[in-house]
């Protein structure tokens, strides 16, 4: 009988230390789990927010493109509405003899909300130019504040060089606080008219 009991005993015994070691995960497998887990979803977290930073300055890049070329085209359209060369040159004599000096031009304001071409006139900024402003009913960019709009990042400056008699050389450069400047250039020329 004391030989059963033994048995019993030793196999109470192995039976317990066999069910303590199957008997789940320690504290320690939990952090390793949870570690690797966290390492795991580390990486597309940080791939998400990059790429959303990537397309917020891709926005930024496109709207300071938009507004550096509405510039030179309103200039374009400026000359092409003048009488002559000589009233185009005049129209932009400003910035011109700005020597150097930065220019600002409110397309917006001459074309939609008073359509005179003379509120559009390139006038000499004196030191940098001011922001834009966005409207935003008319989801327009404009120098011209009023109850809708409100201040933009983007700041547009323009400098026109003459290049002999019938030329004049633009360059548009567009700050914008995610990125470097978006510069455009371009050449207006004297085109006869038939």
């Known amino acids: 009988m004391k030989f059963l009991s033994n048995l019993t005993k030793e196999k109470v015994q192995t039976t317990h230390r066999a069910s303590l070691k199957k008997g789940g995960f320690t504290l320690i497998e939990t952090f390793i789990a949870i570690t690797i887990l966290m390492l795991s979803l580390a990486g597309p977290m940080s791939l998400a927010q990059k790429s959303l930073k990537t397309s917020l ?18 200039l374009k359209t400026l000359r092409d509405t003048s009488v002559d060369w000589p009233t185009f040159t005049a129209l932009t004599a400003s910035c011109i003899a700005n020597n150097a000096g930065t220019c600002k031009i409110d397309p917006v304001r001459a074309l939609i909300i008073s359509p005179k071409f003379s509120q559009g006139i390139p006038t000499a900024c004196t030191g940098a130019c001011p922001n834009l402003y966005y409207e935003t009913n008319g989801g327009y960019y404009t120098y011209t504040q009023s109850g809708t709009t409100r201040i933009s990042p983007y700041r547009r400056e323009i400098s026109l060089e003459p290049s ?16 470097q400047p978006i510069v455009l250039k371009n050449s207006i020329f004297n085109v006869p008219r038939y």
Not at 164 to 179: A, Q, R
Request: no cysteine.
């Open 164 to 179: 002999g008699n019938d030329e004049i050389k633009v360059t548009v450069t567009v700050y914008f606080p995610s990125g």
């Open 57 to 74: 300055m891709s926005k930024d890049r496109t709207t300071a493109n938009f507004l550096g070329q509405e510039a030179i085209e309103f």
